[in-house]
């Protein structure tokens, strides 16, 4: 079987920039302390990444935090009990007030303290009913989120979008918020600062793990792949990979191209060897013992939930290509 090759195949040609060892470091201690993952007591830390952006790291994910003249941006906002710490940290950055969150899923550890950060901001756009920051996501995090009974939801985006990008200006910069159809769910955004050359991926790309392909919820094999192409396009290395665009994942180190690139390739050749394996006819125990992850588990981790993602999501796109 061949695997498919994909432009950008490169691989990283020198040691990573020292803030992403540092990362990687505080990532380490973070996931061995004696801390719970999202608890008030676990471990924050603010990291510089480039231009008007920083990273906030915690067991929780990551946050990406823009700073400037117009207010602070934030992307995603971790869980409901790390708010408090959360805003502390904020405020060791900017004496301004938070004007936009950005969610780029539902997820818990994405949206848990979105109440609390929007009760401290101010709007960034139209005003908002009860006052606060303007939160923003897609249609579809907004309908997941959304309690069947009527009346207020705190912490629910007040401004949501349905189109294949959605910009603006804030800050010194034009901010790209872009969709990411059926890749870790079907409501993923990504969020470009064009000026700073940096991207947000939220869990479209996650260094330090496997994907999660939340198939309940749209996600799909073919549809992060889409997504991972899609921040090649936009990211741009300097020489041997030295800097350039940076890249903030939902959860783990700070990256730059080639990473992502590593990560593609990655679930591009899992991806073809599962494929390979269905159409011998091989059930999803079968291609778990067939290992097709071999040779990542030792740098990603446990590969079950990711093979079996990817099983079911190929296996669903042969029954919809099969229907009239």
Known sequence: ???????????????????????????????????????????LHVLPVQGNVSML????????????KDGVLLVDTMTEALAARVIAEVKTLSSLPVRFI?????????????????????????????????????????????????????GLPNNEYFTPTKDFY???????IIHAPNAHTDGDSMVLFRRSDVISTGDVFTPDRFPLIDIARGGSVQGLLAALNRVLLLAVPERLQDGGTRI??????????ADVVEYRDMVTIVRDRVEE??????????????????DYDGQYGSPDAFVEAVYNSLRAGEKERRTP
């Not at 790291?57 to 400037?68: D, F, K, L």
């Not at 804030?170 to 790209?176: A, K, S, V, Y």
């Not at 394996?277 to 290992?291: E, F, Y």
């Open 277 to 294: 394996q269905i159409k011998k006819g091989m059930s999803l125990d079968q291609v778990k013992t067939a290992r097709p992850t071999r």
């Open 1 to 43: 079987m061949q695997t498919r090759v994909f432009e950008k195949s490169v691989r990283p040609l020198n040691i990573r920039l020292g803030v992403c060892l540092l990362v990687g470091a505080l990532l380490t201690l973070a996931a061995h302390g004696q801390t719970p993952a999202g608890s008030a007591a676990a471990p």
């Open 102 to 154: 950005i969610d780029t899923s539902m997820d818990a550890d994405h949206t848990g303290g979105n109440a609390a950060l929007a009760k401290i901001g101010t709007t960034g756009s139209r005003a908002i009913p009860g006052g606060g920051a303007t939160v923003i996501a897609h249609e579809r995090v907004v309908q997941r989120m959304s309690r069947p009974t009527p009346g207020p939801q705190p």
């Open 170 to 176: 804030f800050n010194g910069e034009p901010i790209f």
């Open 248 to 257: 903030i994942p939902g959860h783990g180190r700070i990256s730059g191209e």
């Open 57 to 68: 790291v915690g067991p929780g994910g990551n946050i990406t935090i823009q700073t400037g």
